[in-house]
């Protein structure tokens, strides 16, 4: 076993066994780790972070070891050890604090950065715990929050127990007498394009269903959200999709969009978010429900993406076609997210960029109002613990 020197004046790092140390000036007591400053995966780096909490009687000091092992692991998860020691001890010694529910894994680089107060409030991190989401690697990070210094954890995490964010998506498309077969074409294989961007399978992130309407006679649900959980499965579903033709009743495929994602079997988990891909040429014939059908929409927690195609709409009636979708999507005229303007069909691909961007933040959380123009979906918590104050509010920690 070997000793590792704890400084309460001055902190000197120096490489004995290739592990961070602390140098005594005043204090001449040694304290003595129970567990290596070296074990199988290498330094444990202990003594990276401290805090000392003087007080009568015994001190309490707080250690850091980021690569320390926990129980079998291969890789270090890092931990915490708590050294108790009076001027008059001979030998102090030091023992494990670090938290076991849920259990630390292997990376988790706790002890890394830690905060800590007087009274024996800790928030200790875990900044490296992985994540998988769409076969990607994310570091979401992962807190703790003692109590007694280490006596007693319970899990302060954000998302607790980590579940990769879903989405449910419908698009509506429109089938209306406006349109040609030709240009029905590729706006189905627009919206092929856009499914193929994300993650389809049958534990997926994403599930897909489609709504064509026209006259309120005609409007079908094509496939529902869910139904298919492969790509090919959707995209040999899509080349059954013919044109219906008929009048544009807009309001009535948003009034009816609300039972396809009550049909939906994620619809009341709080983790999938439900979004509309609206994409059509023209006003609503229905305008007189428009309004309200789309807050009914909104109010539902479905975030709703708005396309319109021009190139049918005489010059003096687009600005009123374009608020309209304004209307739809935002609940008033004049605000542009959400809203997406092209002049022909063959333009549709210059917003499929932007498209998948909206949806994405809305997996990161957003309301895709904010388009996403990074990879990181998400921040590794804990980085910043040693800056953080730990407060008691109602029997609960937060952070300041």
Request: with cysteine.
């Amino acid at each position: 076993m070997e000793s590792t020197f704890l400084n309460v004046f001055i902190i000197s790092i120096i490489s004995t066994a290739s592990a961070f140390n602390i140098i005594p000036t005043n204090l001449t007591k040694s304290v003595t780790s129970n567990t290596s400053a070296v074990n199988s995966t290498g330094p444990t780096y202990f003594g990276t972070s401290f805090f000392l909490n003087p007080s009568p009687g015994n001190h309490q000091l707080l250690v850091g070891s980021p690569h320390s092992n926990s129980g079998s692991q291969t890789k270090p998860s890092g931990g915490l050890s708590l050294c108790e020691f009076s001027l008059t001890d001979s030998v102090p010694s030091c023992r494990s604090i670090s938290p076991t529910t849920p259990a630390l894994t292997a990376g988790d680089a706790v002890g890394l950065t830690f905060a800590a107060q007087a009274d024996g409030n800790i928030t200790a991190c875990a900044p490296l715990r992985p994540s998988y989401c769409d076969g990607e690697l994310e570091h979401l990070g992962y807190c703790y929050a003692g109590t007694q210094f280490g006596k007693t954890w319970m899990s302060i995490s954000r998302i607790d127990p980590f579940e990769c964010p879903k989405v449910d998506i419908l698009f509506l498309l429109d089938g209306s007498g406006s349109i040609v077969e030709s240009d029905f074409e590729i706006m189905k294989e627009w919206i092929e394009n856009i499914t193929l961007s994300f993650d389809i399978s049958s534990n997926g992130s994403v599930a897909v269903g489609l709504m064509q309407f026209s006259h309120f006679s005609l409007t079908k649900t094509e496939f529902q959200i869910g139904m298919f959980t492969t790509k090919e499965e959707i995209m040999a579903a899509m080349k059954n999709v013919t044109i219906k033709k008929g009048n544009t009743y807009t309001a009535d495929a948003l009034r009816r969009s609300i039972a396809v994602f009550q049909n939906s079997s994620r619809y009341n988990d709080t983790n999938t978010r439900k979004v509309i891909v609206l994409l059509t040429d023209g006003e609503a014939t229905d305008t007189v429900n428009l309004t309200s059908s789309a807050a009914l929409v909104r109010n539902q927690g479905i975030t709703i993406t708005a396309v319109l195609i021009t190139d049918k709409i005489l010059p003096t009636q687009k600005p009123a076609a374009v608020a309209q979708m304004q209307l739809i999507v935002n609940g008033a005229a004049g605000n542009p997210n959400g809203v997406f303007v092209v002049g022909t069909t063959a333009s549709l691909d210059s917003v499929i960029r932007a498209i998948t961007q909206r949806i994405q933040s809305t997996l990161e959380g957003g309301s895709g109002n904010t388009q996403s123009n990074s990879g990181v979906k998400y921040s590794e918590t804990g980085f910043s613990a040693v800056n953080s104050q730990v407060r008691q509010k109602s029997g609960r920690f937060t952070f300041a």
